[in-house]
């Protein structure tokens, strides 16, 4: 063998070794997906999901990928002067303003731009006219939605919130 031959074989070895030799570990920033079930059958779907393995037997199929939660349908939203949210945009506090004619129990959830729940809380009797101020400087600056909801359903409302700095 002459040199050049002996040389491409050991580059081609080397090669070989070092494209089986990395490996990339999947990753996926989606922001929307969902789950639905009926008659037994569940799907959950990731838009923008990456297929890591696929099966099939029977005519069935199963896409095995990443999966994240995706928060619960809402309710039509309230008329805009039952609730609202300030300052927007917001440093370190976001009061929220109830006007409610009636006490209710309210549950608040607040969710970043991809939809991954941040901060949960709940306000017993809620009574016309109270405010409540959440102490959010925890969270990075970005885009967030805030989904406030009476805990028997009546009530429904979500806000798009900035925080800054």
Same mark, same amino acid.
């Given at each position: 063998?002459?040199?050049?031959?002996?040389?491409?074989?050991?580059?081609?070895?080397?090669?070989?070794?070092?494209?089986?030799?990395?490996?990339?570990?999947?990753?996926?920033?989606?922001?929307?997906?969902?789950?639905?079930?009926?008659?037994?059958?569940?799907?959950?779907?990731?838009?923008?999901?990456?297929?890591?393995?696929?099966?099939?037997?029977?005519?069935?199929?199963?896409?095995?990928?990443?999966?994240?939660?995706?928060?619960?349908?809402?309710?039509?939203?309230?008329?805009?002067?039952?609730?609202?949210?300030?300052?927007?945009?917001? &440093?370190?506090? /976001? @009061?929220?303003? *109830?006007?409610?004619?009636?006490? !209710?129990?309210?549950? =608040?959830?607040?969710? $970043?731009?991809?939809?991954?729940?941040?901060?949960?809380?709940?306000?017993?009797?809620?009574?016309?006219?109270? &405010?409540?101020? /959440? @102490?959010?400087? *925890?969270?990075?600056?970005?885009? !967030?939605?805030?989904? =406030?909801?009476?805990? $028997?359903?009546?009530?429904?409302?979500?806000?798009?919130?900035?925080?800054?700095?």
């Amino acid at each position: 063998m002459d040199k050049i031959q002996k040389l491409t074989i050991f580059i081609l070895a080397i090669s070989i070794h070092l494209a089986n030799s990395q490996s990339i570990t999947p990753s996926l920033l989606a922001c929307t997906g969902n789950t639905q079930a009926t008659d037994g059958y569940s799907i959950s779907y990731t838009v923008g999901e990456l297929t890591v393995v696929s099966l099939n037997s029977k005519g069935y199929y199963l896409t095995q990928g990443f999966q994240q939660s995706y928060p619960e349908s809402i309710t039509p939203p309230i008329p805009l002067n039952l609730i609202s949210v300030t300052p927007n945009p917001f &440093r370190d506090y /976001l @009061n929220i303003n *109830f006007f409610i004619p009636e006490p !209710y129990d309210f549950g =608040i959830e607040i969710y $970043n731009s991809c939809g991954r729940k941040n901060y949960i809380d709940d306000f017993k009797d809620v009574i016309y006219s109270q &405010r409540e101020s /959440l @102490n959010l400087e *925890f969270l990075p600056k970005g885009l !967030y939605f805030i989904h =406030i909801y009476s805990i $028997n359903g009546k009530i429904s409302k979500v806000f798009k919130i900035e925080k800054m700095y």
